[in-house]
């Protein structure tokens, strides 16, 4: 895992990107973290994990001991991925008894304000984000795999999601 100074990021989501619903053998985790690393090689691009399970990774160090991200880790080194964080896990306060969990596009936008080397950035992820959002900057951002098609091949990070990605990098300059 490598830390520093980078131009490019992708903000990985796990569920619906690399496992799905219908198929979350080896094989097919390898397939699309393969394509995953075929998108960061062509773009020089570096990965943040922005996954829900990111609460059991720390932020420092991204070590975990949950086995199945580990088992990630080891294919992202196999394909030449550079995960260099996580993004942050954020609250506000409501009133004096509770807190509300900021959301992802938040949690991003955050970091990116803390990363000011990042010039570009895709959001891969399979949850659309909220269509009233006042972080629409971030949607330009975005490529959804889907988590659930018809077919266990239609599911999680595809070939064409390259060009996607590609197009996205080309076009977009980060906006705070």
């Known amino acids: 895992m490598e830390k520093g100074s980078w131009k490019n990021v992708i903000f990985l989501d796990f569920d ?34 922005e996954a829900s399970v990111k609460c059991f990774i720390d932020e420092e160090t991204l070590e975990t001991d949950v086995k199945w ?10 394909y030449g991925i550079d995960c260099i964080g996580r993004t942050p896990e954020v609250s506000k306060k409501i009133n004096e008894f509770s807190e509300m969990p900021i959301c992802k596009e938040d949690e991003i936008l ?31 951002h975005l490529v ?13 990070l595809q070939e064409f999601h390259i060009e996607e990605v590609g197009k996205i990098l080309k076009k977009q300059k980060k906006k705070l």
């Open 16 to 49: 619906g990107v690399i496992n799905t619903c219908k198929d979350n053998s080896k094989e097919a985790t390898e397939k699309r973290i393969r394509i995953l690393g075929e998108m960061c090689k062509r773009y020089d691009c570096k990965v943040v994990i």
């Open 110 to 140: 955050l970091y990116l304000s803390r990363h000011p080397s990042i010039e570009n950035y895709v959001v891969i992820d399979d949850d659309d984000l909220p269509k009233h959002s006042d972080l629409d900057k971030v949607r330009d």
């Open 69 to 78: 991200v580990n088992e990630i880790y080891k294919l992202f080194e196999k």
């Open 144 to 156: 959804t795999p889907l988590m659930y098609a018809k077919t266990a091949e239609e599911e999680g």
